[in-house]
């Protein structure tokens, strides 16, 4: 225990002695710490929105009206088959009129335009996807020659024209703001690497001769290293707080605004209920990319 003390006053004191260093460091790390955060709030809050949307995705087969009850459910069997279909339901063209009237009973002109057309609306099979990212899937059954036949020639499905790109551009922004995010996050975590690193060399160098003689004097080998161990831990810790006072005073202050454009709800409500919890990451990865630099520098340049 004395040990531990000792080595953790020796770090201490190297963290200060090295104040340029230090701020420098504890400075791109804060960076480093406060993007990673904020990749996690982001990722969090645009997965909550994207699935909000996507769960709401479906794809509606518009039939004929020829099309017998027999059929309906030969092709409702055919879709089920598929791996991603969730589940399926048929609306007949009463429920289609009934539904429609109700979506638009404040839009007179469209009620209107419905009883001109004499309440032509074709029934149809709504499907539900486990994965709105593979409707292809779907489409691929709804594509079956067999399949086509059953369908309305004068209305295609809902998963193609601009909807269906507008459903894959979702799905594209996803992916893309996950990669981009996640790479971003990375390129930051080895730079602070690179700094940390090149900031324990330099007291490695500057410390030389204590160095040797403390060898002479007989000091372990993890006595020698300790101190800069523990003077890399200090910049994770120490920047883990400053970028999680920044974290929770943008996201709290900006959750109202912010509640506007994307679905923020369950990351506040970690941040809210569960700060140790957070506290605890935020250091565990600074902690983490700390440590690692130290220990990559000693290896290449602390021979012992």
Sequence with gaps: MITFWRITQAGLRNFLRNSWLSVAATAVMMVTLILMTFSFISNSA??????????????????????????VNTFESNLLASPNVQGVTYMS??????????????????????????????????VKAKDPKKLDQIATVINQPNNRALQDPTAPPSYSGNRKTTIDRIVHFSNFFHETSLIASIIFVVISIMIIFNTIRMAIYTRREEIEIMKLVGATDWFIRGPFLVEAS???????????LFCYGLLISGAAKLGNYIDIT?????FRHYPVLVVLAEMAAGVIIGATSSLLAMIRYLKL
Aim: no cysteine; proline share 3%; glycine share 4%.
């Design 46 to 71: 645009l997965t909550s929105t994207i699935k909000s949307v996507t769960d709401k995705i479906d794809v509606s087969v518009y039939l004929a009206p020829t099309v017998t009850q027999a059929q």
């Design 266 to 270: 369950s990351t506040v409500h970690i």
């Design 234 to 244: 200090l910049y994770g810790i120490i920047a883990a707080g400053l970028a999680l």
């Design 93 to 126: 063209q009463a429920q289609a009129v009934a539904a429609y009237r109700q979506q638009n009973k404040n839009n007179q002109q469209l009620l209107q335009a419905l009883d001109i057309a004499g309440d032509a609306l074709p029934a149809s099979i709504q």
